[in-house]
């Protein structure tokens, strides 16, 4: 069983940066896909992106191409979320998920263990 942390969420503003860190325990940790995703309130959870065990390949949500990068570092059971020119609708609780299927899949039901999620909040 592999369980996920995620740290960095804060308040900032618009067009500040933000880099969060999900950190497993367990094993197997570099074997596994890891996604992020996100959700605001009153909506459903969504892709934001995701990285292949090795480190690709990776996937972004459309919304975000450009601004996030995905990272990971399997040494320190590690994967980052790079967020750029942050805007208010990136407002949500973030979370991290890892799964064991290949292609890196986008949809939360190909996830297996989740972490408890960061909030960012972006002020305009």
């Known amino acids: 069983q592999v369980q996920l942390t995620e740290f960095g969420g804060e308040l900032v503003q618009a067009g500040d940066s933000l880099r969060l860190s999900c950190t497993a325990s367990?094993?197997?940790?570099?074997?596994?896909?890891v996604g992020w995703f996100r959700q605001a309130p009153g909506k459903e959870r969504a892709f934001v992106a995701t990285?292949?065990?090795?480190?690709?390949?990776?996937y972004y949500t459309d919304s975000v191409k450009g601004r996030f990068t995905i990272s990971r570092d399997n040494a320190k059971n590690t994967v980052y979320l790079q967020m750029n020119s942050l805007k208010p609708e990136d407002t949500a609780a973030y979370y991290c998920?890892?799964?064991?299927?290949?292609?890196?899949?986008?949809?939360?039901?190909?996830?297996?263990?989740w972490g408890q999620g960061t909030q960012v909040t972006v002020s305009s």
């Open positions: 367990g094993n197997f940790f570099s074997t596994y896909v």
């Open positions: 998920a890892v799964s064991s299927f290949a292609p890196p899949p986008t949809r939360t039901m190909y996830y297996h263990y």
């Open positions: 990285i292949g065990a090795t480190g690709t390949p990776s």
